[in-house]
């Protein structure tokens, strides 16, 4: 009988080759692949394979193949009856494929070898997926799968990249502890519940453009060695965890939408800090702004959950928002958008001095005639700027109070411009 003990220590009960002390699967191949005893055993393994698949009997636990190719293959099964497509601690010299296919058990290859690539592009797991403590010479490579359950890669060793792009995950995701040589790439990926990149390392960049992730995002303690990408991303959960996070290139979340303004506070606060770090200011103004607007929503949100005499307060601090938000986001946003107190300038310039010159508004000291639109202008012009000659002045009423609006305008968007550019190019 063979000798190989599984992890519940139930002895194979497959028979031993002749002068050897493993069966057919676990027993190790030649490592001369030309030679006529590795096609041999190779050409039996494949012939025990088969025949386990067709028995409705999954579990290769501890098989020692060449390559394993599930590809299009079609796999019912399910939880009840406790069955899995079993390949902990097997050694796979080349790649596993299951591109396409469909497998109704869960799926696991914990602790194993695998020699090049693991290929599951377009496969249908709807069982539990478990990869931790497999190590991956090449790519894994999930690429618009859909995976129904958890999705567990903790301490995971891949070589080179990890293609998640595309691929549902209706679960959890763990990649605690995990190591990936090159990119870990989640575009446009759908993680339905947690995702936990606690401790992980991965050699370049981590993408996760316009994916979106249900619950938890955990990259406390993870090594990037690239950049860390949340662009265009919907992140649904409560919290996000960024302690300790140790990247080469840069955070962003440009255009990610978060569910709770307390989560896009931190996650944008994080990643100001990294930016400003890399010198990165343009990137850093931008997180700096989401933050602002996320503590202004979160100012709004709880004025207005006040009750009884809070709600006496809770309007004062509605009437203050409104305020900062004309103020410091409309004008400049928080100081931090150089173009928008010019563009503002030139409109109220442009439409105060069209009001002027459409209601007849100013009069000349010395002429009688109508003011051009021209002589409009220069009077706008002259009023924003506070320089006041005195050759032309508005008429009583509605006149004098824009003139008095503008002339204040201008006396805060001189110090506006003056705030923000030095912010901008003198820090």
């Avoid at 030309?34 to 039996?44: Q, V």
Wanted: net charge negative; glycine share 8%; with cysteine.
């Amino acid at each position: 009988m063979c000798t190989y003990r599984f992890r519940n220590t139930v002895r194979c009960e497959e028979p031993a080759l002749p002068r050897g002390e493993f069966c057919i699967l676990h027993s190790p191949l030649p490592d001369n692949e030309e030679s006529e005893e590795f096609k041999r055993l190779n050409a039996l393994k494949e012939n025990k394979v088969n025949e386990k698949v067709r028995n409705g009997d999954f579990n290769f636990e501890g098989a020692q193949l060449l390559e394993v190719n599930f590809a299009r293959t079609k796999i019912e099964g399910g939880e009840p009856d406790h069955s899995y497509l079993n390949f902990a601690d097997a050694v796979i010299r080349k790649s596993v494929t299951f591109e396409g296919a469909e497998i109704g058990l869960p799926v696991s290859f914990e602790d194993a070898q695998i020699g090049e690539h693991a290929v599951f592009a377009e496969a249908n797991l709807r069982g539990h997926v478990w990869f931790e403590g497999a190590k991956l010479e090449g790519d894994a490579n999930f690429r618009s799968a859909v995976l129904e359950k958890d999705a567990r890669f903790n301490e995971v060793k891949i070589a080179g990249n990890a293609w998640f792009e595309g691929t549902k995950i209706v679960g959890e995701a763990y990649f605690e502890k995990a190591e990936i040589g090159g990119k870990a790439w989640f575009e446009r990926a759908e993680i339905g519940e947690d995702a936990v990149f606690e401790s992980c390392d991965i050699g370049k960049d981590a993408w996760f453009a316009n994916a979106t992730i249900g619950g938890e995002l955990w990259l406390d303690k993870a090594r990037i060695g690239g950049d860390a990408g949340f662009e265009g991303a919907r992140l649904n959960g409560a919290l996000i965890r960024l302690y300790d996070l140790k990247l080469k290139g840069k955070l962003s979340f440009k255009n990610a939408t978060f569910k709770l303004p307390r989560v896009q506070e931190e996650a944008c606060r994080a990643a100001k800090r990294i930016c400003e770090a890399m010198d990165n200011r343009e990137d850093a103004d931008y997180h700096f702004y989401r933050e602002m607007t996320a503590r202004r929503t979160l100012r709004v949100q709880n004025a207005l959950q006040k009750k009884g005499f809070g709600k006496i307060t809770a309007i004062f601090e509605l009437i203050s928002v409104l305020i900062e938000w004309l103020l410091a986001d409309l004008t400049c946003k928080y100081g931090s958008d150089w173009k928008r107190p010019i563009y503002l300038w030139v409109a109220v310039i442009l439409g105060c001095a069209a009001l002027y010159w459409a209601g007849g508004g100013i009069k000349s000291a010395y002429t009688s005639g109508v003011p051009s639109f021209a002589e409009s202008l220069y009077y706008s012009i002259v009023t924003i700027t506070t320089l006041g000659y005195g050759d032309y002045y508005p008429k009583p009423g509605f006149f004098q109070y824009l003139a008095q609006f503008e002339a204040l305008f201008g006396v805060f968007m001189w110090a506006m411009l003056i705030a923000v550019f030095a912010r901008k190019y003198m820090r």
